[in-house]
């Protein structure tokens, strides 16, 4: 069955960088796109950005653009988040997600997310 | 960005009412809504997609309804595993997510 799985959360002071990743299994990876989704504590869902099925493309959602970059390793299953920086509201739990297909659609299948906490 | 609109926020409800939740669109996301569920300290569950799909393993209480820029989720009997927050989803452009509901037990 289709497995997501985050780390490399943690506490980080405002302005230094971090770098999620995310190791899928149970599905071919390169086939579909990725994203990954934020939840501040005690807040809603936000979609963060998405990366086509083969790491041509990328698109943010417009607070984190310039700031955070979306990659993958197709040979090794993995996503990956490159966070750049850091501010207060970038606290949250992260989670990948893998779409329904090559394109961006919704989200079909959710990792258990990691947390990043930015705080001095 | 398409700004997606649930309402209520909160809802309160017992066992074996029927239940509707509301999303609405800023502009038409013609049927690609998707409606998720998710409990405290879980991830989101997909429920249903392209605005009335069940995903496979949902049970039939759930259904889904609307197009263009206004949508419906209802559980038609709520069950105790049923509370927990549900968001909406548009994916006519970029992901945009509704800010959520919140069903509680009344």
């Known amino acids: 069955q289709v497995q997501l799985v985050e780390s490399g959360g943690g506490v980080v002071q405002p302005g230094r960088s971090l770098r999620l990743s995310c190791v899928a299994s149970g599905f071919t990876f390169s086939s579909y796109g990725m994203h990954w989704v934020r939840q501040a504590p005690g807040k809603g869902l936000e979609w963060v950005g998405v990366i086509s099925h083969d790491g041509s493309e990328s698109y943010y959602e417009d607070s984190v653009k310039g700031r955070f970059s979306i990659s993958r390793d197709n040979s090794k299953n993995t996503l990956f988040l490159q966070m750049n920086s850091l501010r207060a509201e970038d606290t949250a739990v992260y989670y990948c997600a893998k779409d329904y297909s090559a394109q961006t659609e919704y989200l079909h299948h959710w990792g258990q997310g990691t947390l990043v906490t930015v705080s001095s | 960005d398409i700004q997606m609109t649930q309402s209520p926020s909160t809802l309160s409800a017992s066992v074996g009412d029927r239940v509707t939740i509301t999303c609405r669109a800023s502009?038409?996301?013609?049927?690609?809504l998707a409606w998720y569920q998710q409990k405290p300290g879980k991830a989101p569950k997909l429920l249903i997609y392209k605005a009335s799909t069940l995903e496979s393993g949902v049970p039939s209480r759930f259904s889904g309804s609307g197009s263009g820029t206004e949508f419906t989720l209802t559980i038609s009997s709520l069950q105790p595993d049923d509370f927990a927050t549900y968001y909406c989803q548009q994916y006519n452009s970029y992901p945009t997510f509704g800010q959520g509901t919140k069903v509680e037990i009344k």
């Open positions: 502009q038409s996301t013609s049927s690609w």
